[in-house]
């Protein structure tokens, strides 16, 4: 049996992705291949039964999993298609994919474990530092409108996530490890967030996101069964028929700040779809 080890990114949403491909691929061809992965998030591998172990290895002893075709169109398909095929081409291989989700894995006392915020959306209201096209100026009037539902914000410390204001706001941002998050997502109703980690982690466990996604990055590339898509694809001149990947420098702003694919997202939509997973 040959070991081979895999990588990908470092973000949290890519090795989320990594996950998938790599169930698929020991479910395949799991009597001639054992996985290591190099990861900087070990513990998305917690008590997963299709690796060996995690390292974090130089990247030049693994194999380098990234999307193998064009994003912006999703020209191979979903981003679990996309990274499959970097894998079927390096080892010469099919590997069909049997679930459209993530792959995630609770130790007992974890699915056990008690939740201590009561039934709750999991809110993801910010962005990355260097990707300020993903920001949606109106997280505060939809959790206003839904004041009788409870939101936990959750984010990164380092990244841009203005804290939300109201009884109905319970402020985790920057507070929770990338385990803490995984177990948020699981007693979770269900997100709120634009293409983010909560997008990838929701469909481990079939929960309801609803997703501010803009021009930016199409359905068919990050989009699961279980995702409600807010897309402005089609709409305006720069991503008329496929999203626009833009991480800064978007040429339509409203005043000066926010993409207008995604400013332009009524608050009033958004609410409503959360009471519908409510």
């Keep these: 049996m040959s070991l081979i080890w895999l990588s990908t990114y470092n973000h949290i949403g890519d090795e989320l992705i990594l996950t998938a491909v790599v169930r698929d691929f020991i479910r395949r061809y799991g009597e001639r291949y054992s996985v290591g992965i190099s990861s900087n998030h070990p513990s998305i591998w917690l008590n997963n039964p299709y690796i060996v172990r995690t390292e974090l290895l ?45 792959d995630l894995y609770l130790s007992e006392a974890e699915q056990n474990s008690i939740n201590p915020y009561g039934k709750y959306i999991l809110l993801n209201a910010g962005f990355i530092n260097k990707v300020p096209t993903k ?16 939101f936990v914000q959750v984010g990164g410390r380092h990244d841009c996530h203005t804290p939300l204001h109201g009884n109905n706001v319970i402020n985790l941002v920057g507070k929770t490890s990338v385990r803490e998050l995984i177990l948020l997502m699981y007693h979770a109703v269900g997100s709120l967030s634009p293409v983010s980690n909560e997008v990838h982690l929701a469909s481990a466990w079939n929960k309801p996101s609803v997703v501010i996604a803009g021009g930016r990055e199409p359905y068919a590339l990050t989009g699961y069964a279980n995702s409600s898509y807010l897309s402005s694809i089609g709409q305006y001149d720069c991503c008329t028929h496929q999203g626009c990947f833009k991480f800064t420098g978007c040429p339509y702003k409203k005043n000066g700040i926010y993409s207008k694919c995604m400013d332009e997202i009524e608050p009033e939509i958004v609410a409503k779809m959360i009471r519908k997973i409510w």
């Design 135 to 150: 920001a949606y100026n109106h997280y505060q009037e939809v959790v206003d409108q839904c004041s009788d539902i409870t």
């Design 58 to 102: 130089h990247k030049s002893r693994t194999i380098f999993i990234r999307y193998a075709g064009d994003q912006h169109n999703a020209s191979c398909g979903s981003c679990i298609d996309g990274f499959m095929l970097t894998l079927e081409q390096h080892l010469g291989i099919k590997i069909p994919v049997t679930e459209h989700k993530v």
